[in-house]
């Protein structure tokens, strides 16, 4: 179990804190956070669309309610569990997503997990991931770190990643190249 506090660490330190493991045979990205929110704090965050919208990378047009369906990002979505403010679950573009939060001491637990798809691009997609959770404690604090500050050390965590999953860092590099010449 790997924990950070969210709020403590700058995001342009690189972590590389997420972990693989495998869910119903499948590999899944973890996350776990520790947030000096309550958790009726860090639930609207992650369930509010426009709290997403200034975090994460796709803000969903949801209720949230079981059952629902939404576009984002040109995939759609649908929502399978909702607890408030305890867990959110949902699938899209075919994989599993969900937040899981506790109390935890004054604060709260959140835990993200993504099942993956391709465990090939393990590395690349929990780099993405950690960029925009790098995005959460400032918005819960009432700041802002704009995406691509949060993106700056993607490579160096990149790296870290794949070395730790064992994966072939060649297409999380390729992908690094082309956000690089998109930015020139």
């Known amino acids: 179990m790997t924990d950070r506090t969210a709020e403590a660490t700058p995001a342009r330190e690189p972590m590389a804190y997420g972990t693989l493991e495998t869910i119903d045979g499948r590999s899944a990205l973890r996350f776990e956070l520790a947030l000096t929110h309550p958790i009726e704090r860090v639930w609207r965050t992650v369930s509010v669309p426009a709290e997403l919208e200034r975090w994460f990378p796709a803000a969903a047009d949801w209720t949230p309610a079981v059952g629902e369906t939404f576009e ?37 637990r959140l835990v993200f997990t993504h099942v993956i798809g391709d465990r090939s691009l393990a590395a690349q997609t929990a780099t993405g991931w950690e960029t925009y959770l790098s995005r959460l404690g400032p918005h819960l604090a009432g700041g802002h770190l704009s995406e691509e500050e949060a993106h700056k050390p993607w490579e160096e965590i990149h790296e870290r990643y794949a070395e730790r999953f064992g994966v072939d860092p060649t297409p999380g590099r390729e992908f690094a190249a082309v956000l690089r010449a998109g930015q020139t």
């Open 72 to 108: 984002a990002g040109g995939a759609t979505g649908e929502v399978t569990e909702v607890d408030p403010p305890r867990r959110l679950a949902w699938t899209y573009a075919g994989e599993l997503y969900s937040f899981d939060l506790a109390a935890h001491n004054d604060g709260c």
